[in-house]
């Protein structure tokens, strides 16, 4: 079902296409998926939509995905990676976004708030400079997985 012009074929055309391509009659596809052969012929006529059931059996029998068979879209380790691909460098940018983010509430935390807090002792930390540290070291944990994800992407090229 590698044609070029597959997604343009409706869903009853596409299923005939690969009856034919495995060399199946109607007959010999009722057989398999335990229907009638006017079933087969409905559903190659558009008359009746597939259940997802037979669907599923049919996609499993002649080897190809739902997508295939439902869109025309063929499914190949290329696009499947190229997916994987585009959603990794999603994560990175949203964990440095949040790294970014998160930095700029430390800072707040840390130099201006704890700036009103004044006490006498030296190692004394205020709500706000606890809130601030905490922030730091999300960010930093933001980053670092930033990080991970982009080593994992670099290796998987």
Same mark, same amino acid.
């Given at each position: 079902?590698?044609?070029?012009n597959?997604?343009?074929?409706?869903?009853?055309?596409?299923?005939?296409?690969?009856?034919?391509?495995?060399?199946?009659?109607?007959?010999?596809?009722?057989?398999?998926l335990?229907?009638?052969r006017?079933?087969?012929s409905?559903?190659?006529?558009?008359?009746?939509?597939?259940d997802?059931?037979?669907a599923?059996?049919?996609?499993?029998?002649?080897?190809?995905?739902?997508?295939? %068979?439902?869109f025309?879209?063929t &499914?190949?380790?290329?696009? #499947?990676? =190229?997916?994987?691909?585009s !959603?990794? +460098?999603?994560?990175?940018?949203?964990?440095?976004i949040?790294?970014?983010?998160?930095?700029?509430?430390?800072?707040?935390?840390?130099?201006?708030?704890?700036?009103?807090?004044?006490?006498?002792?030296a190692?004394?930390?205020?709500?706000?400079?606890?809130?601030g540290i905490?922030? %730091?070291?999300?960010?930093?944990? &933001?980053?670092?997985?930033? #990080?991970? =994800?982009?080593?994992?992407? !670099?290796? +998987?090229?």
């Amino acid at each position: 079902m590698n044609d070029k012009n597959s997604e343009t074929y409706s869903l009853g055309e596409r299923m005939y296409r690969l009856r034919e391509k495995n060399g199946d009659s109607q007959d010999d596809l009722a057989e398999k998926l335990d229907v009638s052969r006017q079933t087969i012929s409905n559903w190659e006529n558009d008359k009746v939509k597939i259940d997802a059931y037979k669907a599923a059996e049919l996609c499993r029998l002649y080897g190809v995905s739902m997508d295939e %068979l439902f869109f025309g879209k063929t &499914c190949t380790a290329e696009s #499947v990676a =190229l997916k994987k691909f585009s !959603k990794v +460098k999603a994560a990175i940018l949203i964990c440095l976004i949040f790294s970014v983010l998160i930095l700029s509430v430390a800072a707040v935390a840390l130099f201006i708030f704890s700036a009103e807090e004044t006490t006498s002792s030296a190692l004394y930390f205020g709500r706000s400079a606890v809130w601030g540290i905490a922030a %730091l070291i999300g960010a930093v944990l &933001c980053a670092v997985f930033a #990080v991970c =994800l982009y080593r994992e992407l !670099k290796n +998987k090229k």
